[in-house]
């Protein structure tokens, strides 16, 4: 089945910096999605995105699906963006199930 | 309007209990999926179903668990004789179609702890 990798896997950031999460797969997909994990325990939808750019307020993503990979980018962090994100993805050909990343886990410092 | 739900939201159970746990999906949304979530690790796929039809069921780990979803909307999971290593977060998904790619969105999850 498809694999999905994510890097890297914990990220330590200043309150204000920037950050790029990373997630390849290793085939050609027909849905990508990428989640935020809060304390709590609940995926939060950030994107669905499985070919292209996107942005909402102080995140974006890109996915280029011909090289196999999405990146999501955090600007501005504040310490609410701690936790864990996840990328998942379903091959081209299958049934919609996701295929998760083991996830990045996030902290942010004030 | 209303996302995933489901209930409990935590559970306990004794080795060698049933148990069943509930998922109501955004209404009239046709495809409904169970993920098992361990400690320190991402979501992985259990079965699926698109209206009351169980398409998937590759991912269940054994026998003991069973789903079902036998109006179309309402799924219950149910694990039989639980064991310690049955201990995880499981999360219900639902998305808006039967035939192709969506937006999947899910609920809180029920904690299970088998002691």
């Known amino acids: 089945g498809i694999q999905v990798e994510q890097s890297p896997p914990d990220l330590i950031l200043q309150e204000g910096a920037n950050s790029t999460l990373r997630c390849n797969f290793s085939?050609?997909?027909?849905?990508l999605q990428w989640f935020h994990q809060n304390p709590w325990g609940q995926l939060i939808n950030l994107f669905y995105?499985?070919?292209g750019t996107k942005q909402n307020g102080r995140l974006s993503a890109t996915t280029v699906a011909t090289e196999r990979y999405s990146l999501l980018y955090i600007s501005s962090s504040q310490t609410t963006d701690s936790g864990v994100y996840f990328c998942?993805?379903?091959?081209?050909?299958?049934?919609?199930?996701?295929?998760f990343g083991k996830g990045i886990t996030l902290s942010v410092r004030p | 309007g209303a996302g995933v739900s489901q209930s409990p939201r935590y559970k306990v159970a004794k080795r060698g209990q049933d148990v069943a746990l509930r998922c109501d999906p955004i209404?009239?949304?046709?495809?409904l999926f169970w993920y098992q979530q361990a400690l320190g690790q991402g979501p992985e796929f259990l079965t699926y179903f698109q209206n009351e039809a169980q398409l998937d069921k590759s991912g269940l780990p054994s026998d003991r668990f069973f789903a079902e979803r036998p109006e179309g909307s309402v799924s219950t999971l149910k694990i039989q004789r639980t064991q310690q290593e049955d201990s995880a977060v499981y999360l219900c998904?639902?998305?808006?179609?039967?035939?192709?790619?969506?937006?999947?969105?899910f609920g809180p999850g029920t904690r299970l702890t088998v002691t």
């Open positions: 209404s009239g949304h046709v495809s």
């Open positions: 995105i499985p070919s």
């Open positions: 998904a639902s998305h808006l179609r039967g035939v192709g790619f969506y937006e999947q969105y």
């Open positions: 998942a993805a379903s091959p081209t050909g299958a049934n919609s199930k996701l295929t």
């Open positions: 085939d050609s997909v027909n849905n």
